[in-house]
Every structure is written in structure tokens, then in C-alpha cells.
């Protein structure tokens, strides 16, 4: 067990190194797909709105 506790304070600098790295990795791709989400259901919006512009523009020119 000692021999583990030496090993790890000689090498705290890169394991903290390489963990901040993963916790990158691992906030950059949940980022992507957050992303990726939101776009989808912006497009998803976007074209609700075009389609209820496009019925109110309709029922105003009935209107006239």
C-alpha cells in the first residue's frame, strides 16, 4: 500500500493532467450534443413560424 501511495505522489501532476484532459474531452462532446439539440429544435421552430406566418399572411389577404 505504501508502495501505491509513493507511486501516486510522484505522479499526482500528470494524473491530474490526464484527468483534466478526459473532463475536457467529456464537456466538449456533452457541448456538441447540447448543440446539436438545440439546432435541431430551432429548425424545428423556425419552421412552425414560417407556416403560421404563411396562414395569418393567407387570411389576410382573404380578408381584403
Known amino acids: 500500500m505504501s508502495d501505491y501511495l509513493r507511486l ?3 505522479y499526482t ?4 493532467t ?3 484532459f478526459a473532463l475536457a ?3 466538449y462532446m456533452d ?3 447540447l448543440v446539436r439539440e438545440q ?11 414560417r ?3 404563411l396562414r395569418l399572411a ?5 380578408k381584403k
Open 39 to 49: 439546432t435541431a429544435t430551432n429548425a424545428v421552430i423556425c419552421e412552425k413560424l
Open 8 to 10: 501516486l505522489r510522484e
Open 18 to 20: 490526464y484527468g483534466g
Open 51 to 53: 407556416d403560421i406566418d
Open 58 to 62: 393567407t387570411l389576410e389577404h382573404t
Open 13 to 16: 501532476r500528470e494524473a491530474i
Open 31 to 33: 457541448f456538441r450534443t
Open 25 to 27: 474531452v467529456f464537456v
